[in-house]
């Protein structure tokens, strides 16, 4: 009689431990960065601390969050210069292939205040909703969300804290690789608002044709971006059955842009698989009649201005703010 317990139980355990291993299989993964699990858990470890919102002084730039909507949990980091006023504003989508990445992660938390300072503008950086828990076009409905948001303070009596110091007919979008994406389909969507341009840092799109950087780009294994990873974050953003030459991911027509005259700035890392997508990109909107700059960052690679300390990255860092400021200031 124990011993038909003892197996019994033994059985027990067994049916146990299979089932839990079945809830517990992954689906879908980049290594180190996300892993999808069946039945929709999702894992992100923290390969990026959060930070709040504190700058050093002699910065000069003043940071604060601010609640865009609570019932989605949609926020902003802002930045503002303290010595001027009547500053270009632009919005800002942090990169992340729409799978992980924060307005809080300490990386974009020195870009942005650095990004502010140098280039004399205030920055409304976007916490958006991440796939794979909020597929397209959630992203693209947070940002234009926000970006109505951010407008709608021209006309709210200056009751936020940096609306006063903001010249709302400049309003820019902006953003870097998933950013830069989301800032692009945010300008066809809002263009109500009034956008005056684009700044549009290695913009991640793709395609199922492979481009020759895509295919022959030498890439470390730890890269920001490789091939591989770039596929896995399309399958997890991406509405279900959609492919990579779906209109989010292969940018589609800026008809829209060119109505409402923004510009743009597209800036390449000439070391990034995404360089020939992106000079195709920038050569496709000068077909259609947007008026577009392009920029190329010489012998540095997919998100440089993030993750590169290198002292060839500080200085194409310094040049690419050089080139926002010059753009948004116009």
């Not at 124990?2 to 049916?15: D, P």
């Not at 858990?41 to 959060?50: A, K, W, Y």
């Not at 500053?87 to 990004?115: Q, R, T």
């Not at 913009?203 to 990873?229: H, K, W």
């Amino acid at each position: 009689m124990s011993s038909m317990t003892m197996g019994s139980n033994l059985s027990i355990l067994q049916m146990k431990s299979k089932a839990s291993q079945h809830k517990l299989q992954v689906v879908d993964e980049i290594e180190g960065l996300i892993k999808v699990y069946n039945g929709g858990h999702v894992e992100r470890p923290e390969i990026v601390p959060s930070v709040g919102c504190s700058l050093e002084p002699e910065l000069g730039v003043t940071c604060r969050d601010a609640i865009i909507d609570k019932y989605t949990n949609l926020w902003a980091r802002i930045y503002v210069p303290t010595a001027a006023n009547k500053l270009p504003l632009l919005l800002y989508f942090h990169g992340g292939g729409f799978c992980v990445g924060a307005a809080s992660w300490s990386c974009y938390h020195e870009l942005l205040a650095k990004l502010a300072a140098k280039a004399d503008c205030a920055v409304v950086s976007v916490n958006y909703r991440l796939a794979p828990e909020h597929p397209l076009p959630a992203a693209y409905d947070d940002g234009v969300k926000a970006a109505v948001w951010a407008k709608q303070q021209e006309f709210a009596g200056r009751s936020e804290w940096w609306a006063g110091r903001c010249d709302f007919s400049r309003i820019f979008l902006g953003g870097d690789s998933a950013g830069a994406n989301i800032a692009y389909n945010v300008g066809l969507r809002a263009s109500s608002i009034g956008v005056k341009g684009l700044v549009l840092i290695q913009p991640f799109f793709g395609g199922e044709a492979r481009t020759r950087s895509e295919m022959c780009m030498a890439q470390a294994p730890r890269s920001a971006l490789t091939l591989a990873a770039s596929d896995a974050y399309w399958r997890m953003a991406l509405p279900a059955g959609a492919g990579r030459d779906h209109t989010w991911c292969n940018a589609g027509s800026a008809a829209e842009l060119r109505r409402v005259g923004a510009a743009v700035l597209v800036c390449v890392a000439e070391a990034d698989i995404l360089r020939d997508r992106n000079l195709e990109f920038s050569g496709g909107l000068a077909r259609e009649g947007v008026r577009v700059e392009q920029v190329v960052s010489k012998g540095v690679g997919h998100a440089f201005q993030i993750l590169n300390k290198s002292h060839l990255a500080q200085t194409r860092l310094h040049e690419l703010l050089a080139h926002v400021k010059i753009f948004v200031g116009r």
